[in-house]
């Protein structure tokens, strides 16, 4: 949807599109077909507003037409002729719009899905490059110069949180250091 319009002004651009080829309709009579016409409004009410709002205005598309065939005095050689055009351009504004509100989807979905290939790829671009790391605390450098412990940085650059514990070298190095076990009597 677009951020800068709010919702009931394209609401009310489509209605009175619809209306306005309605009119345009009405004054040059029956002879024209105006079918194509509204089209475009129903188009632009499922671009910017989706399917729903599409088919509600292709409901009022119809009964337009159908008050236009009305005040100009049409009448059909039989009913079953005028449900049949009725129902061939209620399911043309319903299959014009729902084509354009999947394909607004689609493109919405690409372009979310292209913004997080981006995303990750830069990360990942973030991760390949040289880290300026200290040889005895393992704290990275970042770009702006700042030491960060190891753990924050990549979590930082990359989603990874951490878990810690000991492997067993550290682990029984631990337990000498803290007198729990004897490195004699372990030998």
Not at 172 to 179: I, S, V
Request: aromatic share 14%; charged share 15%.
């Amino acid at each position: 949807m677009n951020k800068h319009v709010p919702v009931w002004l394209w609401a009310t651009a489509a209605a009175a599109g619809v209306f306005l080829i309605g009119w345009g309709d009405w004054l040059t009579g029956y002879e024209l077909n105006f079918l194509l016409f509204y089209f475009a409004p129903i188009s632009i009410c499922a671009w910017f507003l989706g399917f729903g709002a599409s088919a509600a205005l292709a409901v009022l598309s119809i009964l337009v037409w159908l008050g236009v065939n009305f005040l100009t005095g049409y009448t059909p050689a039989s009913h079953i002729i005028a449900v049949w055009n009725t129902m061939i351009r209620f399911f043309s504004f319903l299959t014009i719009g729902w084509s354009v509100s999947r394909i607004r989807h689609a493109l919405d979905h690409e372009h979310s899905t292209a913004e997080d290939l981006r995303r990750a790829l830069s990360e990942v671009k973030v991760l390949e490059s040289f880290l300026p790391i200290c040889a005895e605390c393992k704290k990275i450098r970042d770009q702006q110069g700042v030491w960060q412990n190891l753990e924050d940085y990549i979590g930082h650059h990359s989603g990874t949180r951490f878990s810690h514990g000991y492997c067993p070298e550290c682990a029984k190095k631990a337990m000498e250091e803290a007198g729990l076990i004897d490195r004699k009597t372990e030998q």
